[in-house]
């Protein structure tokens, strides 16, 4: 999954990013508001850890724009303030969580856990879609609780389609979840169009050959019609 941190602390946002790699997260780092507005109207984000006293405006604004764009983006505020009101206020503008300044290491990965969880309704660290379920701490997918068997590119791209199931993923996305922002565009769509006639295949040989749905000119869709 992709994350934004917005902090301006040069020492914090080290240890955040150190902190969200090991969780598995592609980051992208922002120290200042008009940095943070640039990659969002960019990129999509599963994560925005968000500081608010940033040295060029506040930090809510950015809140604002990434719930205008992205509804789904998870946010968590980062924030020295302590007032109330603050809280209050990000949370009426549609942070899902709020820590303030300082906290431990520990109680942020329990939070983004929380968030996560609540985000995409992920029960005992699995998500499914239909009758396919995806683990999302180990390699470890099922279909009709049968194990399949997935190389570790594989099961990255699938866990990231089960994640946004019924929507339509880019090309670009994928291959940017998989390896990062700095990707060479022709290179990686390949793989991502080898990798995904392998995992079509594994799926097809469960029994599950229409899951993935191609839209053409820009990605992929996990179809999910799960009962009321």
Same mark, same amino acid.
């Given at each position: 999954?992709?994350?934004?941190?917005?902090?301006?602390?040069?020492?914090?946002?080290?240890?955040?990013?150190?902190?969200?790699?090991?969780?598995?997260?592609?980051?992208?780092?922002?120290?200042?508001?008009?940095?943070?507005?640039? +990659?969002? $109207?960019?990129? !999509?984000?599963?994560?925005?850890?968000?500081? @608010?006293? =940033?040295?060029?405006? &506040?930090? %809510?604004?950015?809140?604002?724009?990434?719930?205008?764009?992205?509804?789904?983006?998870?946010?968590?505020? +980062?924030? $020295?303030?302590? !007032?109330?009101?603050?809280?209050?206020?990000? @949370?009426? =503008?549609?942070?899902? &969580?709020? %820590?303030?300044?300082?906290?431990?290491?520990?109680?942020?990965?329990?939070?983004?856990?929380?968030?996560?969880?609540?985000?995409?309704?992920?029960?005992?660290?699995?998500?499914?879609?239909?009758? =396919?379920?995806?683990?999302?701490?180990?390699?470890?997918?099922?279909?009709?609780?049968?194990?399949?068997?997935?190389?570790?590119?594989?099961?990255?791209?699938?866990?990231?389609?089960?994640?946004?199931?019924?929507?339509?993923?880019?090309?670009?996305?994928?291959?940017?979840?998989?390896?990062?922002?700095?990707?060479?565009?022709?290179?990686?769509?390949?793989?991502?169009?080898?990798?995904?006639?392998?995992?079509?295949?594994?799926?097809?040989?469960?029994?599950?050959?229409?899951?993935?749905?191609?839209?053409?000119?820009?990605?992929?869709?996990?179809?999910?019609?799960?009962?009321?």
């Amino acid at each position: 999954m992709r994350a934004l941190i917005v902090e301006d602390e040069p020492l914090l946002h080290d240890e955040l990013e150190d902190q969200l790699l090991e969780e598995q997260f592609n980051v992208d780092v922002s120290e200042t508001l008009q940095e943070a507005r640039n +990659l969002v $109207a960019a990129d !999509e984000y599963d994560l925005v850890l968000l500081d @608010l006293g =940033l040295p060029d405006g &506040d930090g %809510l604004d950015l809140l604002q724009m990434v719930k205008r764009f992205y509804s789904d983006t998870a946010i968590v505020i +980062l924030t $020295a303030r302590g !007032e109330v009101e603050d809280k209050v206020k990000g @949370l009426e =503008l549609g942070s899902d &969580d709020y %820590l303030a300044k300082p906290f431990s290491m520990s109680e942020l990965r329990a939070r983004i856990h929380a968030v996560l969880r609540r985000r995409f309704k992920i029960n005992d660290n699995e998500i499914s879609a239909g009758a =396919l379920t995806v683990n999302l701490d180990h390699l470890q997918v099922r279909y009709e609780q049968q194990p399949l068997d997935m190389t570790e590119t594989e099961y990255k791209i699938l866990r990231y389609l089960v994640l946004n199931k019924n929507k339509t993923i880019t090309r670009i996305a994928l291959a940017e979840h998989i390896w990062g922002s700095s990707i060479d565009d022709r290179f990686s769509l390949d793989f991502i169009n080898s990798h995904m006639k392998n995992i079509r295949k594994k799926l097809s040989g469960a029994g599950a050959s229409d899951i993935i749905e191609t839209v053409y000119g820009v990605g992929y869709k996990l179809e999910a019609h799960e009962a009321e």
